[in-house]
């Protein structure tokens, strides 16, 4: 999922200012950075795939999350929450809880069918039509969106070689893969040696300035998206890259079959 949009106005850290560097992954074969140069777009989509660990036609997804919005000097948390999403790509149908404390807050049930919004002081509500396409659209960021981008009503682009967060500490380059919809967009910066997807922003066009990264800003690198057990939500702005939540990968794993009860609204 786009999460840097779906944690929504966060506060901010400011970053001070650098040049961008590349994270370091082992250097593919000669033969293969030949073929690597000037991928064909859905060359370089079975490539991305690979090298972020996404089978081909996968039916089931399941990932949990635990998110940290921070204050504003970046040092305290002053919101945590864990998500729990189920996917089911095939029928592009969503499940996704939200909980605190082990207290279940809400469950979004979103689908071709229906979208619907379930907590337990207020039951079972319909989602609004604009609501339930932004949730469709932040739903389809992080390794879903690569592994549908082969179904029908998506479009893959190459967008060539790209700075984000230029001039600062972070700052990414690297080629960029887009997957599009319908109703929104992802943009995907890879590491130009080993192709791991190293950040993402996207979900709707609105999303574009949020940016995950797949690291921990601490840290001083970029993991890979199938590797982070850390990720950053960052905000592209004026006054540079700044920081405003965290993530901590708890599960993240592609299912045969889904489990009694999903997709059930209330349980």
Request: net charge neutral; aromatic share 8%; charged share 20%.
């Amino acid at each position: 999922m786009s999460r840097g949009a779906a944690l929504g106005c966060g506060v901010f850290l400011l970053l001070g200012a650098g040049s961008p560097v590349a994270a370091q992954f082992p250097a593919q074969p000669a033969s293969v950075q030949l073929l690597l140069s000037t991928p064909a777009p859905n060359t370089l989509l079975a490539l991305v795939r690979q090298a972020n660990q996404v089978p081909n036609s996968p039916r089931y997804l399941h990932e949990r999350l635990r998110h940290q919005l921070l204050n504003e000097a970046g040092d305290r948390v002053v919101l945590g929450f864990e998500h729990d999403l189920w996917a089911d790509l095939a029928g592009q149908r969503f499940q996704l809880e939200e909980s605190s404390e082990q207290r279940l807050n809400n469950r979004f049930v979103v689908g071709p069918d229906r979208a619907v919004l379930f907590t337990p002081q207020g039951g079972t509500v319909p989602l609004p039509r604009r609501d339930a396409a932004q949730m469709q659209a932040a739903l389809r960021g992080g390794i879903v969106a690569l592994a549908l981008a082969d179904s029908a009503g998506y479009r893959v682009r190459s967008l060539g070689e790209q700075t984000w967060a230029q001039g600062q500490p972070l700052g990414l380059r690297g080629p960029v893969l887009e997957i599009s919809w319908k109703a929104g967009k992802v943009q995907y910066l890879l590491d130009p040696q080993s192709y791991r997807v190293l950040a993402e922003r996207g979900g709707t066009e609105e999303d574009l300035h949020y940016v995950t990264y797949y690291g921990d800003v601490r840290g001083g690198g970029a993991t890979g998206l199938a590797q982070a057990q850390v990720l950053t939500y960052l905000r592209e702005s004026d006054d540079g890259l700044k920081v405003h939540g965290r993530a901590e990968v708890l599960e993240r794993r592609f299912l045969p079959d889904l489990p009694v009860g999903a997709f059930e609204v209330s349980k």
